[in-house]
């Protein structure tokens, strides 16, 4: 498959709270996720498209489906599109929406295509097709929550995705890999990735690990990350305020002098 994306420059700037500066030469274009750009130099033009702009034969009824299965995954209908047309070099900003890493994909060396997680890419060059893809076995897919629904990047240009924590990246030689299905982060077109139920009563119940796990096999690359947006969700719920002005502290002493000193 000829594919022909535009050639971006960049800087990754931070450490747990990174963003990623994109250089633009004239005419070049980055998409992005609704929401995601930080800021833009002058020269640099934004359009919000439905469609990923990776084909620009593609009819209106194919961009009418390629968008609907978005809006099915919680994704937005449109896809913003930044375009440098001013004269010289400019530069556009992104930035994930919680703490962890942005991972640099150069998609030209990986296969040309990666799957990740859902509500992880951020952006990419122009040229690269942004679609959605459901895990073939709907009943495990269903229960077993993250990872039923991923996201999957074909082109040959640099595209960017972001993780939660710390990101490892692990090469699979024919081994079979399990982890947590909101650890998972991406994988590239060689690893074959399903999602299984805990066995054992017992674990699956008081394990603490959840119901199901992800299962990758096969040859390339898998990218994980230490701390998945709905595991951090859940503890700040946990201690989050309670209704009526009460809170939870980390131990009943210390909530009970918080909510004394506060006047509860």
């Known amino acids: 498959m000829t594919m022909q994306c535009h050639e971006i420059d960049y800087e990754i700037i931070g450490n747990s709270m990174q963003m990623v500066e994109i250089e633009l030469d004239p005419n070049e ?27 620009v034969n593609q009819g209106f009824m194919s961009k009418l489906f390629s968008a609907g299965k978005r809006v099915i995954s919680g994704e937005s209908l449109f896809m913003t599109h930044f375009t440098n047309q001013g004269v010289g070099k400019r530069r ?15 998609m030209a060396e990986l296969g040309n295509e990666v799957t990740c997680q ?15 893809a459901f895990n073939r076995r709907l009943g495990s897919g269903f229960f077993g929550g993250e990872g039923f629904i991923l996201e999957r990047l074909k082109g ?32 590239t077109s060689g690893i074959e990735y399903d999602i299984q139920a805990v066995s054992g009563l017992k674990s699956m119940f008081f394990g603490g690990e959840g119901l199901f796990m992800a299962t990758l096999r096969g040859h390339g690359k898998v990218w994980i990350q230490s701390l998945p947006f709905s595991r951090l969700a859940d503890r700040v719920l946990e201690h989050a305020p309670k209704a009526g002005g009460s809170r939870q502290g980390e131990g009943s002493i210390l909530g009970g002098l918080g909510d004394m000193l506060d006047g509860d």
């Open 29 to 55: 274009t980055v998409i992005a996720e609704a929401g995601a750009m930080n800021y833009m130099e002058e020269g640099i033009s934004f359009e919000a498209k439905m469609g990923d702009g990776s084909d």
């Open 92 to 106: 556009v900003a992104f930035a994930s929406p919680f703490p962890g890493t942005i991972v640099p994909l150069n």
């Open 118 to 132: 859902k509500d992880s890419f951020l952006c990419a060059a122009l040229g690269t097709k942004v679609d959605i």
């Open 156 to 187: 040959d240009g640099m595209a960017f995705i972001h993780a939660g924590g710390t990101v490892i990246e692990k090469e699979l030689n024919g081994e079979m890999l399990r982890l947590d299905t909101g650890c998972l982060v991406a994988f």
